[in-house]
């Protein structure tokens, strides 16, 4: 009998570390982007001189990267 081969990870020990956090990063630009816009488009279907939607949805998305950010730098 000869002993298991190990299988050897074909991607770099420093790069998993990058991907998460540059996913991280891009939901985060995600959220309130898309946050912003729908503000954005309901400020244009209103017809408000003020863009109050827009800043409230970039408040909320803003809100909602932070929450989500440390959702998922949580330590287990």
């Known amino acids: 009998m000869t002993a298991p081969k190990t299988r050897r990870s074909l991607i770099p020990s420093g790069t998993k570390d990058y991907m998460r956090y540059s996913g991280i990063g891009l939901t985060m630009a995600g959220c309130v982007t898309v ?42």
Request: with cysteine.
């Open 35 to 76: 946050c912003t816009l729908l503000g954005r488009w309901l400020d244009g279907f209103t017809g408000w001189r003020v863009p109050v939607c827009t800043i409230a949805g970039a408040l909320i998305g803003v809100a909602g990267a932070m929450a989500y950010l440390f959702r998922a730098t949580r330590k287990p």
